[in-house]
T-cell receptor, first 117, second 111 residues
Framework: DGGITQSPKYLFRKEGQNVTLSCEQNLNHDAMYWYRQDPGQGLRLIYY???????QKGDIAEGYSVSREKKESFPLTVTSAQKNPTAFYLC????????????????FGEGSRLTVL | QKEVEQDPGPLSVPEGAIVSLNCTYS??????FMWYRQYSRKGPELLMY????GNKEDGRFTAQVDKSSKYISLFIRDSQPSDSATYLC???????????FGTGTSLTVIP
């Protein structure tokens, strides 16, 4: 089945550690996104990528890093510089690539819940 | 002023009721409008997608877009307990590099 797979679903981290959240999609979408969801705050954009080997900062990029070496994959690293990393992280993808094929729909994975101990 | 405003609720209705969920927005450049359903501790599921103005129907769900009023709605007919979730509206212009989300409306359908 086509979709977006995020792993792990739950992750615990000690303060000072970096962690990497995985996001893989088999929808052949050019664009991929990382959002953070906190209670009462809605979805906030961390990073997005519209083509391989290129990505842009979103509204809350500080303390996070990403890479886009393959079309299917867009991992997010939460670094020790992120002051409040405990949150629900959502990966999304859509046909908004710079290569064209724009449709306007955005699809989400099941999310990864990170807790810092 | 936020780009997208959505009443957070909570909204509680009896089973079988018609539910109306709404969002308003300020940016006239938005052309793509979406509604998502999100169950607790799950990712948002795309329910309805509409381009520009007009209505779209899919089973018990109807999405309406009124660009002149900058207002979108989602109607749920014959609501079921399984519809109990948080509903998010989202919208974007034609660039794909920024989506704007409402904060979500929490809905409970009581059997």
């Amino acid at each position: 089945d086509g979709g977006i797979t995020q792993s792990p679903k739950y992750l615990f981290r000690k303060e000072g550690q970096n962690v990497t959240l995985s996001c893989e999609q088999n929808l052949n979408h050019d664009a991929m996104y990382w959002y953070r969801q906190d209670p009462g705050q809605g979805l906030r954009l961390i990073y997005y990528s519209q083509i391989v080997n290129d990505f842009q900062k979103g509204d809350i990029a500080e303390g996070y890093s990403v890479s886009r070496e393959k079309k299917e994959s867009f991992p997010l690293t939460v670094t020790s510089a992120q002051k409040n990393p405990t949150a629900f992280y959502l990966c999304a993808s859509g046909l908004f690539g710079l290569a064209g094929g724009y449709t306007g729909e955005l699809f989400f994975g099941e999310g990864s819940r990170l807790t810092v101990l | 002023q936020k780009e997208v405003e959505q009443d957070p609720g909570p909204l509680s209705v009896p089973e079988g009721a018609i539910v109306s969920l709404n969002c308003t927005y300020s940016n006239s450049a938005f052309q793509y409008f979406m509604w998502y359903r999100q169950y607790s501790r799950k990712g948002p599921e795309l329910l309805m997608y509409t381009y520009s103005s007009g209505n779209k129907e899919d089973g018990r769900f109807t999405a309406q877009v009124d660009k002149s009023s900058k207002y979108i709605s989602l109607f749920i007919r014959d609501s079921q307990p399984s519809d109990s979730a948080t509903y998010l509206c989202a919208m974007t212009a034609n660039t794909g590099n920024q989506f704007y989300f409402g904060t979500g409306t929490s809905l409970t359908v009581i059997p």
